[in-house]
C-alpha cells in the first residue's frame, strides 16, 4: 500500500509498520497490539501486552494504555493479524467506532497494512460475527434498543464466562438499566420490543435477546451469527426473565 494509504487524521503511520511487525514477529501465532503515538513532536510506537484469551484476537492491557497516555498523545491504535490479511473483522470495526480512534491493521508477516478510522459504522443487527465484550448477545441488545426505539442503555465491562466466575450481571443490573420483570418464559404477554433472560448451561441467567416482529427472537449465541430465530420449545423453556422498559409500559 502506498504511504497515503496509511495516514489517519492527519499523521502518517507509515513509519512505525516496521515495528508493529516486529512486535508481531516477537507474538506471533498471538496478535500483537499496541499504540501509536506522538511524543514531544515525533511518531513513536509502543507495544502494549495482549490479555485477550484467544491468539486471534486482543485486548490492550489498561496499564500500558495508561502509560502511554502519560507518556504523549495517543493519535491510532495498532495490532497485527497473523498470517492474515489487514482487512478489518467487523469486531475491529465496532472496537475502532467504540475507541473513537484511528486503527492501524498489519498483515504479519507479509507486511501488507490498512487504516480504519471511525465514521459512524454500525454492524448489522442481522448476520454480525460474535466476539464476546464487543459483538455479543448483550451488545446485540443494547443496538437493537438505540437503533429501533432511540433507548441506549448502558454498557458493562465484561469477562467471558462471567457467568462461571460468580458473576449475575444481568439480574444486578436490569433495573437500573430501566426494565422491570413482567414475567418468565410462560409468560402469556410477551410483545415485541420484550427483552429476554435466558440461562444456557450456568448457575444464573448468561444470555440475552428481544422479541422482534413476527414473535422471533433476535439473539447471537456464542461462536454463530446474530439470527432471527422462532422463539419456542428450547429457547422458551431456558427463559428466566420477560423484561419490559418502563418507557414502553
Not at 120 to 142: E, M, S
Not at 196 to 217: C, D, F, R, W, Y
Request: hydrophobic share 40%; aromatic share 8%; proline share 4%.
Amino acid at each position: 500500500m502506498t504511504g497515503a494509504s496509511r495516514r489517519a487524521a492527519g499523521v502518517d503511520l507509515d513509519g512505525i509498520v516496521a515495528d508493529v511487525l516486529e512486535h508481531a514477529a516477537q507474538t506471533q501465532p498471538r496478535e500483537c497490539c499496541g499504540l501509536a503515538v506522538v511524543q514531544r513532536g515525533r511518531l513513536h510506537y509502543v507495544a502494549c501486552r495482549n490479555l485477550a484469551a484467544r491468539a486471534d484476537e486482543f485486548e490492550i492491557a489498561p496499564s500500558d494504555w495508561a502509560v502511554a497516555e502519560d507518556g504523549g498523545e495517543i493519535v491510532a491504535v495498532c495490532h497485527a493479524h497473523i498470517y492474515a490479511s489487514p482487512e478489518p473483522s467487523m469486531a475491529d470495526q465496532a472496537m475502532c467506532e467504540q475507541s473513537a480512534l484511528p486503527w492501524l491493521i498489519v498483515s504479519w508477516p507479509g507486511g501488507t497494512c490498512k487504516v480504519i478510522e471511525p465514521k459512524g459504522w454500525r454492524a448489522p443487527l442481522v448476520g454480525r460475527a460474535f466476539r464476546h465484550g464487543v459483538l455479543d448477545c448483550y451488545a446485540l441488545v443494547r443496538d437493537y434498543y438505540r437503533e429501533t426505539l432511540g433507548i441506549d442503555l448502558p454498557d458493562f465491562s465484561r469477562e467471558d464466562d462471567w457467568w462461571l466466575r460468580g458473576g449475575d450481571l444481568y439480574r444486578e443490573n436490569f433495573e437500573a438499566a430501566g426494565f422491570v420483570q413482567i414475567g418468565d418464559g410462560q409468560c402469556r404477554d410477551i410483545r415485541v420490543h420484550d427483552g429476554l433472560l435466558m440461562q444456557v448451561a450456568s448457575p444464573v441467567p448468561n444470555h440475552s435477546g428481544v422479541i422482534v416482529e413476527g414473535g422471533q427472537l433476535l439473539q447471537h449465541c456464542h461462536g454463530r451469527l446474530s439470527s432471527r430465530d422462532i422463539f419456542g420449545g428450547y429457547w422458551r423453556k431456558v427463559t428466566t426473565h420477560v423484561l419490559r422498559h418502563r418507557s414502553l409500559l
